[in-house]
């Protein structure tokens, strides 16, 4: 069975990330979307939400499931019998980078990296910057799933709410 790994850490999951996703889900048998997790990180989201919202949108994808992982992704790859990591690539500047990353974790474990050029309309995106145009307002609705909109909106609501008492 070719299985990969799209990993991330999907605060929060965008269109741009399901784009990948699904194109990784025609190239692999079986897709594993690996959510990091690294609790020193302060993360928007949960890992536990995280992963539920990700299993939401990714439920039409008959061979991908989500799966969180802590420590390094060459480990997760190992535990799991995955050969092959799924990066998009949305600029040049992500390549130099990522070619880093995969040239380490090629060192670490029996592991290629597959470059997956984005969609053009997807380019400029990138969950931080979602998140900052929403908590601004910015209308990002377009940008990821709905039912991931209404989480976004819900939460920096909440945040704006404690900060305000």
Known sequence: MRRAVC???FDPVTNG???????????????VVGVGVNRSKNRLFSPEERIAMLEEVCRDFA?????GFQGLLTDFCQEHDIHAIVKGLRAVSDFDY???????NASL???ETVF???????SFLASSLVKEVATF?????GLVPGSVHE???ARLAERAAARDD
Not at 17 to 31: P, T, Y
Not at 98 to 104: N, S
Not at 137 to 141: H, I
């Open 17 to 31: 990330h399901l784009d990948i996703i699904g194109r990784a889900s025609r190239l692999f048998d079986e897709v």
């Open 137 to 141: 307002g910015g209308d990002v609705s």
């Open 7 to 9: 990993p991330g850490s």
């Open 151 to 153: 989480r976004l909106v």
């Open 116 to 122: 997956v050029p984005t969609s053009p309309e997807y």
């Open 98 to 104: 990522e070619l880093q990353m995969a040239q380490m």
């Open 109 to 111: 474990a029996p592991v």
């Open 63 to 67: 061979n991908v499931r989500v799966a």
